[in-house]
């Protein structure tokens, strides 16, 4: 968690001092801009809204509820309540404009971390439910991937967003895990 930490202070640094590293992002990010299909980049972008991600968790939320994991379930939702505690004060104390406007407040990605807490949240709320609990984490970070690609494909985001966002969604979600014991190659479903 440390490593991730650490991460995220560095890249909050370089955008609140405009250090060295915003410089390539800010070319990265211009040269991925408008590449690829177009629909198929705003559908990837689309999978962190907090109603399409938000809607995946609590379809997860309930069934560990029926099945019997009613804290997980509860923690769950609320790790995925925390993320704009966290983003929403961070955007308005780094102001960061974004790629293809001149608005800012796009610091740190908020799709991108609602994407990565909500199916990561959701598949460690699955994975004791499953045979093969790797694939619903490969889903999770599939479906984080592809909204991530979509962001800066469009030109949502900066590609340092999108890594701010993955730090600190790593982190809810490593405080979940240690929570509420989920996802744990050895966990059983609650009985």
């Known amino acids: 968690m440390s490593a991730l930490l650490a991460v995220f202070a560095l890249v909050t640094w370089q955008v609140l001092a405009d250090g060295p590293l915003l410089g390539p992002d800010e070319r990265l990010g211009l040269a991925l801009a408008g590449r690829g299909p177009a629909r ?38 609320l ?41 990561g949240a959701a598949a460690l709320l699955l994975s004791p439910y499953l045979a093969r609990s790797w694939m619903t984490l490969a889903a999770a970070a599939s479906l984080t991937a592809a909204t991530s690609a979509g962001l800066v494909l469009r030109g949502y985001h900066w590609p340092l ?18 929570c509420t014991g989920t996802g744990r190659g050895n966990a059983q479903p609650p009985k």
């Open 40 to 77: 198929l980049a705003d559908l990837f972008a689309d999978l962190g809204n907090p109603q399409v991600a938000g809607s995946a968790l609590v379809c997860a939320a309930v069934l560990a509820w029926f099945r019997g994991a009613r804290r997980p379930a509860v923690y769950a939702l």
């Open 79 to 119: 790790a995925l309540a925390a993320v704009p505690a966290l983003v929403v004060p961070l955007k308005l104390w780094t102001d960061r404009q974004g790629p293809l406007t001149e608005a800012t407040g796009y610091y740190p990605s908020g799709h991108t971390t609602t994407a990565a807490v909500a199916y």
């Open 161 to 178: 967003d999108v890594v701010a966002g993955w730090c600190l969604s790593a982190v809810v979600l490593l405080v979940l895990r240690a």
